[in-house]
């Protein structure tokens, strides 16, 4: 059987390895690099590293990544390392490290308070079925638990850098599947992340190489334009028509609901499900100097015109970057949003400039090396309330095309891990387990 995988992310990449190893004809197509949103760029001066677009780490849990890296031949260039998290509120940065500092957390307002929201996490790491909560927003679960006011001040803002307008929508299910695995990483109130020396580009590559050697013709560079499903489907990239037997999309339903061919013979878009996404626009800063001894902030100080910010080279060393400090300013938000969309680094660096010399004393214009810009329009799917029962099959929405994409991790977030096994998932439904 041929089958065109659409998309060379990890899901794609994934699939495409189990599919060609059951001795399947695959044809892999990537409008950018391969890799897809986790893919990264060969670093200035620096040809054997490579920086993410977008932030990227591992936990100590995920174990389905760290057995493909080790597959791949790189487990001896994974590293861990100690991290330290926070929060930015009132002006300053707050460590987050566990249940004390929870406790010691002012903004959150009386002691009191402090304790409710203590008591809802713990009542939500307790859950043992996410299914329960599907049905919850986020606002009424911690209302029922008696930590509506710490839901308003720390979980609210939380959620709106992560889903903007749609923030209200979010199931419970979702902050289930952020919170409870993520456990797994901390000993001892401390987390250890890991990460691959010189980037994750490089097991991508070494993937593409693998899939090439056996026989996968793999398209780069090229955007699919139209999409003719049916017994026999076909994809068509730029003026080439790809006859195949199945496709596989990986992408966002949004895209396909687009390409579909308009002489199809009834409105297979009205089929798709409806799944909002969210845009990222990431400032990437290579600074002189570290802005702090953070790895991860996230922001629920409304002053401040960032959601998050990301210190790489705290966790992976500066010396694989010349030297130079990687920081990513990191904003979730509508697709139109004026305040990003459109906007060169120049802007981007003007719009973010008085909130970093608010937060970061340390941090000076005269110490950016170089700046560089990552932006997606489709980065996130908003996992709304009852997200688990309108998540599209990965079979039967249109004749001949299969679907294995980010939407169908939830409620877990849409790391590495989480989309190998969902591409796992689908290869055991859909084609039996080999």
Not at 22 to 37: C, D, P, Q, Y
Not at 188 to 217: C, I, P, T, W
Not at 233 to 244: A, H, L, M, N, R
Not at 356 to 367: A, E, G, H, N
Request: charged share 20%; with cysteine; glycine share 10%.
């Amino acid at each position: 059987m041929h089958l065109v995988v659409v998309g060379g992310g990890i899901t794609g990449l994934t699939v495409a390895w189990e599919l060609v190893r059951r001795g399947h004809k695959i044809t892999l197509i990537e409008r950018n690099v391969i890799g897809g949103l986790a893919a990264g760029f060969p670093y200035p001066g620096k040809p054997e590293t490579f920086l993410e677009r977008f932030y990227h780490h591992i936990f100590t849990s995920d174990q389905l990544v760290q057995q493909m890296i080790e597959q791949m031949g790189l487990g001896c260039e994974l590293v861990w390392r100690p991290t330290l998290s926070g929060l930015i509120a009132e002006g300053q940065l707050w460590p987050m490290r566990g249940p004390i500092d929870l406790l010691r957390f002012r903004p959150l307002g009386n002691f009191v308070d402090r304790l409710w929201l203590g008591w809802a996490l713990f009542c939500l790491r307790q859950t043992k079925n996410w299914e329960e909560l599907d049905g919850l927003t986020c606002r009424e679960f911690f209302f029922r638990h008696g930590a509506g006011r710490g839901y308003e001040r720390l979980w609210l803002p939380l959620l709106q850098a992560k889903f903007a307008d749609f923030a209200e929508q979010a199931s419970a299910a979702f902050l289930w599947g952020r919170v409870v695995p993520r456990a797994g990483s901390r000993h001892k109130n401390q987390e250890h992340l890991g990460y691959l020396r010189g980037g994750f580009q490089k097991l991508f590559r070494v993937m593409g190489d693998s899939l090439a050697d056996r026989g996968v013709r793999i398209i780069l560079g090229r955007p699919v334009s139209r999409v003719v499903p049916g017994k026999t489907c076909e994809v068509v990239v730029e003026e080439e028509s790809i006859p195949c037997d199945r496709i596989v999309w990986t992408a966002s339903l949004s895209l396909l609901a687009r390409l579909l061919d308009p002489g199809a013979n009834e409105p297979l878009q009205n089929r798709l499900p409806q799944v909002p996404y969210v845009a990222v626009t990431v400032l990437i800063l290579a600074l002189t100097e570290p802005l702090s001894d953070y790895y991860w902030l996230n922001s629920i100080d409304p002053s401040v015109s960032f959601g998050a910010v990301i210190e790489h080279t705290n966790l992976a060393p500066p010396e694989d970057y010349g030297g130079e400090h990687i920081v990513y300013v990191v904003n979730y938000h509508l697709q139109e949003d004026p305040r990003f969309h459109g906007k060169s680094i120049e802007e981007l660096l003007e719009y973010h400039e008085p909130s970093l010399k608010q937060i970061f004393p340390r941090y000076s214009r005269t110490k950016i090396r170089r700046l560089f810009l990552s932006q997606d329009s489709f980065a996130s799917p908003v996992y709304h309330v009852g997200f688990g029962n309108s998540m599209p099959p990965y079979r039967g929405l249109v004749p001949g095309i299969d679907v294995c994409n980010m939407a169908q991790v939830y409620p877990f977030d849409r790391n590495m891990n989480h989309c190998i096994q969902n591409a796992l998932n689908y290869i055991a439904t859909c084609f039996g387990r080999g």
